[in-house]
């Protein structure tokens, strides 16, 4: 199935599905209204949807209209827990070695999970509001998956089966911010403005044959103010699964229905080599990977974070050539900046 979260005038939307080539779609009133009513009782609901979701393939559905992408919320647009992960090691390994830091040897062994904020997540049109572009604006393509209820100390196969839904996010950063964050010692908050899903969710029967032991065998591509910037083989290069995520978030405690859990940006060892400083090697959905790709080569990053204004695009086509979830479609903005108060420049 393919779900999607309409806009309606509530917080939480008005759910739909959506055709597998994403050209049309229907509501669900009749079944259900939400999506987390439908996470919560997944065995009851699911099995109408598909039923409902048959039929608007087949163009059987009485009440079917164009799809259209602009008019989406998140998926989930408030989800009770989300979990950034950081599923590729490679992005990791760069991380640290941008702030003259070696990879701690646990980080090998279990992957590492920070808390994010779910309770107000952006559609995929959602704007990128920023106070300052100095801030170190940096997308970050990836995956993430919406759970079932998952029980505290799961195995990572035992995990899988709690999957229910998987989804592109665009878990945006702030670099400059961060490195602030980090050095008062604190983990990474107001350096995490609120993450973009992609239009669609999708059951992982979709996928076919690309799901294969909880990683997502297909290329996700990212585009940046209209030039490729990102072709990412999302499975092979995934050194911790999603069971992995979520059993390591399970270790003391249960996940409840409606949990979702991101992989973090996707990113390749085996790139192709730039051949100039403003070449964008294959593998990297970041740019902050490409810049310490570029200090390590030159000793100089040529690459510019974001800037107001500049459009990120990602997407992920199924083998079939069809999109998967729909396209994350931003563009970034930076607010004037507002007087202070009591200043003259207020009055």
């Known amino acids: 199935m393919k779900l999607a979260t309409l806009l309606d005038g509530s917080r939480d939307g008005q759910l739909a599905l959506v055709s597998r080539d994403l ?3 229907h509501y669900a009133t009749g079944i259900a209204s939400r999506l987390q009513q439908v996470l919560d009782d ?8 598909q039923d409902l979701y048959d039929s608007l393939n ?3 559905a009485r009440h079917a209209f164009p799809f259209d992408a602009q008019q989406c919320m998140a998926p989930l647009p408030r989800a009770y827990q989300c979990l950034q992960g950081h599923a590729y090691l ?3 390994v760069l991380e640290y070695q941008a702030r ?3 990879l701690p040897a646990s980080l090998r062994r279990e992957p590492l999970l920070q808390q994010a904020a779910g309770d ?3 559609g995929p049109c959602g704007e990128i509001v920023v106070p300052s572009a100095a801030m170190g604006i940096d997308f970050g393509a990836g995956l993430a998956v919406v759970t079932g209820d998952v029980e505290r100390g799961c195995t990572p196969a035992q995990a899988l089966d709690g999957i229910r839904l998987l989804m592109l996010a665009n878990t945006v950063s702030l670099r400059a911010l961060e490195t602030i964050e980090r050095e008062r010692g604190q983990a990474p908050l107001l350096s995490r403005p609120a993450t973009a899903f992609g239009p669609v969710a999708v059951t992982l029967d979709e996928l076919g044959p690309a799901w294969e032991q909880g990683r997502v065998h297909l290329t996700l591509q990212s585009t940046w103010n209209g030039r490729k910037v990102g072709l990412c083989d999302a499975g092979p290069e995934m050194d911790f699964h999603f069971g992995q995520l979520i059993a390591q978030a399970c270790t003391t405690r249960p996940l409840r229905a409606g949990s979702i859990v991101c992989s973090g940006p996707v990113s390749n060892p085996a790139v192709q080599a730039a051949k100039g400083r403003n070449d964008w090697p294959r593998g990297y959905s970041s740019i902050a990977d490409k810049r310490a790709m570029e200090t390590l080569q030159d000793g100089q990053p040529a690459t510019a974070f974001m800037q107001a204004g500049d459009t990120i695009r990602i997407e992920m086509k199924g083998r079939d050539g069809l999109s998967l979830c729909g396209a994350i479609d931003q563009n970034v903005v930076v607010p004037p900046e507002r007087p202070v108060a009591g200043t003259r420049d207020a009055r």
Do not use: E
């Open 23 to 25: 050209g049309m779609a």
């Open 42 to 49: 997944w065995g009851f609901y699911a099995p109408q949807l």
């Open 58 to 60: 087949a163009g059987r």
């Open 90 to 92: 490679h992005a990791t």
């Open 100 to 102: 003259g830091m070696d």
């Open 120 to 122: 107000a997540s952006l």
